[in-house]
Nanobody, 127 residues
Framework: QVQLVESGGGSVQAGGSLKLSCAAS????????IAWFRQAPGKEREAVSC????????????DYAKSVEGRFTVSRDLSKNTVYLQMNSLKLEDTGLYYC????????????????WGQGTQVTVSS
């Protein structure tokens, strides 16, 4: 049974940093894409970032929403079966509930194509 558990959320002032974790069990990250999504109250779910293995076996492939590119970095530790989202230069609009989700294969920002989801971790950015 696949399980994803997010952690690392919290409250931070604008300009600050947080690092989220997504610990996976019941799957091997090598064969799955893990994406981060977020949802703010009253807003639609929004894709943030994704990471998956490269077919060539080199560095994993990553992708970012334009709103976070240059500020957020997604990475993974296969030995811990965990994906991370380092968030720097946080803005008020980054506030939301952050989820990680899994799918076999390549990254996509279509949340309907993902299988299991975590319970989410709250990120609150204040001025």
């Amino acid at each position: 049974q696949v399980q994803l558990v997010e952690s690392g959320g919290g409250s931070v002032q604008a300009g600050g940093s947080l690092k989220l974790s997504c610990a996976a069990s019941g799957l091997t990250l090598d064969y799955y894409a893990i994406a981060w999504f977020r949802q703010a109250p009253g807003k639609e779910r929004e894709a943030v970032s994704c990471i998956t293995s490269s077919i060539s076996g080199g560095d994993p492939i990553t992708d970012y929403a334009k709103s976070v590119e240059g500020r957020f970095t997604v990475s993974r530790d296969l030995s811990k079966n965990t994906v991370y989202l380092q968030m720097n230069s946080l803005k008020l609009e980054d506030t939301g509930l952050y989820y990680c989700a899994e799918r076999g294969g390549y990254c996509t920002f279509d949340f309907g194509l993902y299988g299991s989801w975590g319970q989410g971790t709250q990120v609150t950015v204040s001025s």
